[in-house]
């Protein structure tokens, strides 16, 4: 195998990375507009893990993941403005509900796309508040469980991309902060904190693009690459989260500085779908179901 | 580029190689005798180290004269697979093969290594390495074994430490300061010590897992009158060999941090959580792996697969042994299958195996070295 982007694929990074550096200001609708009009939504699986990566790093505010990765794998389309997807079998914690125009429903009769109107979504006030999560109730719909591939990467992508974002924010504080005459990113005790998080980001990234990889090839361990990618998202959060928060000192837990935004999206990719522990749980019965 | 596929140049590389090994391999009668360090080869891993030399398939990247056929790096990286997975070793002189020949043919002049690199290569000759010393380890350039050019000889005196391999081993690869008043760094040189020159004297001693497990070596070397012309490399460039030859074993370090790995998918099968985690460690070190051997990435990213591999065996093993229950308390016990191709085919208890695993995070740079590396090189925090 090759595991190395291509230099579109490199391109592509460096053109999103550019266009979210110059948009973080503008309101949602305009995001959106300058999201679907670049074409991000139509990306291939990897292409689109490189634009949800990136989403992370931002900790996008637009429907952007549940239309990429919710709705259209069950529809086997793109949305017509906003969407999402309920496969849970519960329509419990569902991604952007609330705001969708059109909602594709597991159900017990396969796939239903259907209006936003035409289901009852509660948003839920979450910690995350820049996030849309929503209990939903489609009557008439048997709602059953089975959650797509692409939904379990792109979490696992965007919590990477969070990730990054509060490495990089810990990275910039350590090396500015000053105590006891010298930076703290001097002190070992920081570093090796520092180092367990880009170790932690490192394994995390490249289970997230393979399983892109396995879902663009139709590859049969997809499913496998899936869990992986999203039991090593949440593993890293955990490592990201407690060591970034730790190494901000006092200045991270307010309000004021930007790193919660980050820990929050970190923290909120783990446990929607459920977290590395559910993963990995459904990962080890995977082994046994092809076992038997 | 991102994809599954090997290419088919690859794949008949590997049929190639494949059906190579199942010709010549030797077979678990012949290989009754066993390495009891790694630089004692038996007579039939001999033989099977000059096969493999002599068809171009010991090290494929090297010009046929040396073993090789002149490979990629991808197909370097194919035959290392089929090594790691086979279980097979294509040396049971590891070091000599991988590290001090290596060092000759980057760094010595033609006549050394026809001398020197062609014989350890044939398995004529074994080699160890000799860097460690009592006062220097994580600090490798603060060692004090010194030699002093007398006419044409150097004249070394000093002390090495954990030289696996030093009691069987024909010669020695040897690191000496030349000029102590140079900066640590600079006034390092290597020389090529046989240890049957008078004043060589290897005390082998036990490593903790058993008593009779002797590999490591203390090397005292008392006004040792090594031939000039071993010098390998110039005079004070030493660091540079050090940095070039073990840099070049690194780049490829985690196919056996990998291949550790999936044996601990084999021997410890559980319906834990941790099982998984192992599992998911071992995919993600590949393409770690895969996407350093791609190139384009930071050579400090070495060693963010050393310390995730060497660590994630740690654990792995770890949890192995706690699964085991107070069965982990036999020992020796066999954990694994018997494999007469692999060095540490004993049968080895999970105590020994979870034991084993800090020779990992320990030797190569310790686990905290590798964290101070990819904190200052890779996220440019302070020194």
Redesign the interface.
């Known amino acids: 195998?090759?595991?190395?982007?291509?230099e579109d694929?490199r391109l592509l990074q460096q053109a999103v990375r550019e266009t979210l550096a110059k948009t973080r200001a503008l309101p949602e609708e305009e995001l959106w507009k300058t999201y679907t009009e670049l074409g991000w939504m139509e990306a291939p699986p990897?292409e689109l893990a490189i634009v949800l990566d990136e989403l992370g790093y931002v900790a996008d505010p637009t429907p952007f993941l549940a239309s990429a990765t919710w709705f259209a794998p069950l529809a086997g389309r793109l949305p017509e403005g906003a969407g999402t997807g309920v496969f849970d079998g519960a329509g419990r914690f569902v991604l952007d509900a609330d705001r969708a125009d059109e909602v594709a429903l597991l159900t017990s009769k396969g796939v239903q796309v259907v209006s936003g109107a035409q289901i009852h979504a509660e948003r839920l006030v979450v910690f995350d508040s820049r996030l849309h999560v929503a209990h939903v109730t489609a009557a008439g719909h048997q709602l059953v469980a089975g959650v797509p591939d692409l939904a379990l990467t792109g979490l696992a992508a965007t919590t990477v991309g969070a990730c990054r974002r509060i490495?990089d924010l810990v990275?910039t504080h350590?090396?500015q902060r000053h105590q006891f005459g010298?930076?703290i990113?001097?002190f070992?005790a920081?570093?090796?904190k520092?180092?367990?998080m880009?170790?932690a980001i490192?394994?995390?990234r490249?289970?997230a693009?393979?399983s892109a990889?396995?879902i663009?090839?139709q590859?049969p361990r997809q499913h496998r690459?899936a869990l992986?990618a999203k039991?090593?998202a949440g593993?890293c959060q955990q490592v990201v989260y407690r060591n970034g928060f730790q190494l901000f000192g006092a200045m991270g837990f307010t309000w004021e500085n930007e790193l919660h935004i980050y820990l929050k999206r970190a923290l909120a990719g783990d446990l929607l779908l459920g977290s590395a522990?559910v993963a990995?749980?459904a990962?080890?019965a995977l082994?046994?179901e092809i076992a038997a | 580029?991102?994809?599954?596929?090997?290419d088919p140049e690859i794949d008949k590389f590997v049929a190639d190689f494949s059906a190579f090994v199942d010709e010549h391999m030797p077979t678990a009668e012949e290989a009754s005798e066993r390495p009891r360090s790694c630089s004692h080869v038996p007579e039939w891993a001999r033989r099977w180290q000059r096969t493999l030399f002599d068809a171009g398939w010991l090290l494929p990247g090297n010009p046929p004269e040396y073993g090789g056929r002149n490979a990629t790096l991808p197909q370097m990286l194919a035959h290392q697979e089929v090594l790691s997975r086979r279980g097979i070793y294509h040396s049971f002189n590891p070091q000599g093969v991988g590290i001090i020949a290596a060092s000759i043919l980057t760094f010595g002049t033609e006549e050394q290594k026809k001398k020197w690199a062609v014989p350890i290569l044939r398995a004529e000759i074994t080699a160890s390495l000799g860097m460690s010393e009592p006062g220097a380890g994580s600090d490798l350039a603060g060692l004090r074994t010194r030699a002093v050019l007398d006419g044409d000889h150097f004249v070394v005196n000093g002390q090495k430490v954990w030289t696996s391999g030093a009691h069987d081993a024909d010669v020695l690869l040897t690191f000496v300061r030349t000029d102590p008043d140079a900066p640590k760094h600079k006034g390092i040189s290597v020389l090529l010590i046989p240890t049957d020159l008078e004043g060589v004297v290897c005390r082998p001693f036990p490593s903790m897992t058993r008593v009779d497990d002797i590999d490591f070596n203390e090397v005292f070397f008392t006004d040792v009158r090594v031939p000039k012309e071993n010098l390998i490399g110039e005079l004070n460039k030493g660091w540079t060999v050090a940095n070039g030859s073990l840099g070049h074993e690194r780049t490829m370090l985690w196919i056996g941090y990998a291949d550790h790995l999936e044996d601990l998918i084999r021997d410890a099968p559980s319906?834990?959580?941790w099982?998984?985690?192992l599992?998911?460690?071992l995919?993600?070190l590949r393409?770690?792996g895969?996407?350093q051997l791609?190139?384009?990435k930071d050579p400090a990213?070495i060693s963010?697969l050393k310390?995730?591999g060497s660590e994630a065996i740690q654990r792995a093993t770890w949890h192995a042994l706690e699964e085991s229950g107070q069965e982990a308390l036999i020992h020796p016990a066999r954990t694994a299958p018997y494999n007469h191709m692999d060095h540490d085919a004993f049968g080895q208890s999970w105590f020994e195996r979870y034991s084993r695993s800090f020779p990992g995070t320990i030797a190569g740079g310790t686990s905290?070295i590798?964290?101070?590396i990819?904190?200052?090189r890779?996220?440019?925090?302070?020194?």
């Open positions: 195998m090759e595991f190395e982007f291509d694929q990897v490495l990275v350590v090396k010298v930076p990113g001097s070992q920081v570093k090796h520092a180092a367990d880009y170790v490192e394994r995390a490249v289970l693009y393979f990889l396995t663009a090839e590859d690459a992986m039991a090593a593993e522990t990995r749980k990962l080890l082994e046994t | 580029m991102m994809k599954l596929a090997s319906d834990n959580e099982y998984a985690t599992q998911m460690d995919q993600a393409l770690l895969y996407e791609s190139g384009g990213t963010m310390l995730f905290e590798h964290r101070n990819i904190a200052e890779i996220l440019g925090l302070p020194r």
